[in-house]
């Protein structure tokens, strides 16, 4: 039997005790619904965050929970229950993807839209006008559906899931370090295309907050608070991921054409300020993003 704090902390859905696991493995029919409504409740955001499409939504949720009834009992680390239904249910989106070889509908029906309005105008209540926050919540739609599956995914897992980047190297089966790479290629491209749509990087945060917001299912009682803290990577992180981009690599091939045509003296002299160059711009970039952005990373 469970104690009042375990069951408590199931309750609240962000840590269920192995030992909730454990009886739902043996068969015990109340921690199996109870572990298939916290699946629910959870996972409803996280499916829909990734693919925007409500329908789609409910239907992969029931696959997952459904694997989840028919595979309980071959998950050997309770206590890595969340992380294994993470990554059934990336793993259910991504083949509903190859099934069908066509990209995700961007849909929403009409009373739904209506109320993601409602809500943002009723909890944004922050000076902008109407018009404002529509074109707002339009546009961070419009990002979100644009972004990479692999950027979605990493946005949602720490704004939104409230995971740790340890965390999410072990749902992505990733190391750490390429967690935080990831997640900061992703802040990128999400910044990309919000400013495709006229929002500039002031916005960043709060474009966060209302994808949050509107994504969130109305039976989830508790918020997210996304911080600068939220969105910090480190600098090692954020060096090896802007040296591995287009820019870096670009700069490491001219250097190897200069390499074939001066002398290797000549050579070293030019890596060197190619490094100090590179090093300066990486630093009025991450400059420009901690002034201007707001969110330090």
Not at 29 to 50: C, F, P, T, W
Not at 199 to 210: I, K
Request: aromatic content about 10%.
């Amino acid at each position: 039997m469970l104690n009042m704090a375990q069951i408590q902390q199931n309750r609240a859905g962000k840590n269920i005790s192995p030992e909730l696991v454990k009886q739902a493995q043996n068969g015990d029919k109340d921690s199996i619904n109870q572990l298939a409504d916290m699946v629910r409740e959870r996972l409803y955001g996280y499916i829909y965050r990734l693919t925007l499409d409500c329908d789609l939504t409910q239907d992969l949720l029931q696959e997952t929970i459904l694997f989840m009834l028919e595979s309980i009992t071959q998950l050997r680390y309770p206590e890595q229950f969340w992380h294994w239904m993470y990554r059934t249910a990336l793993g259910n989106i991504q083949h509903y993807n190859r099934r069908l070889q066509v990209k995700r509908r961007f849909e929403r029906c009409e009373s739904e839209q209506m109320q993601i309005h409602h809500e943002s105008t009723a909890d944004f209540n922050d000076g902008l006008t109407e018009l404002l926050r529509k074109e707002l919540s339009d546009a961070v739609f419009r990002a979100m559906k644009r972004l990479k599956m692999k950027y979605r995914n990493v946005l949602v897992l720490r704004c939104f899931e409230n995971l740790g980047y340890n965390e999410i190297a072990e749902v992505l089966n990733v190391s750490e370090l390429q967690s935080r790479m990831l997640f900061f290629r992703a802040k990128n491209s999400l910044r990309k295309q919000l400013t495709s749509d006229g929002l500039g990087s002031r916005y960043f945060l709060l474009a966060l907050a209302l994808f949050g917001l509107a994504t969130t299912s109305s039976k989830t009682v508790t918020t997210t608070t996304i911080t600068a803290a939220t969105l910090e990577v480190g600098v090692f992180p954020k060096l090896l991921a802007w040296m591995s981009s287009k820019i870096g690599l670009t700069m490491a091939v001219e250097l190897i054409a200069i390499g074939l045509a001066l002398p290797f003296q000549m050579f070293l002299m030019a890596v060197g300020i190619a490094t100090l160059v590179g090093l300066g711009i990486f630093a009025i970039c991450t400059l420009g993003n901690y002034i201007f952005g707001g969110d330090n990373g």
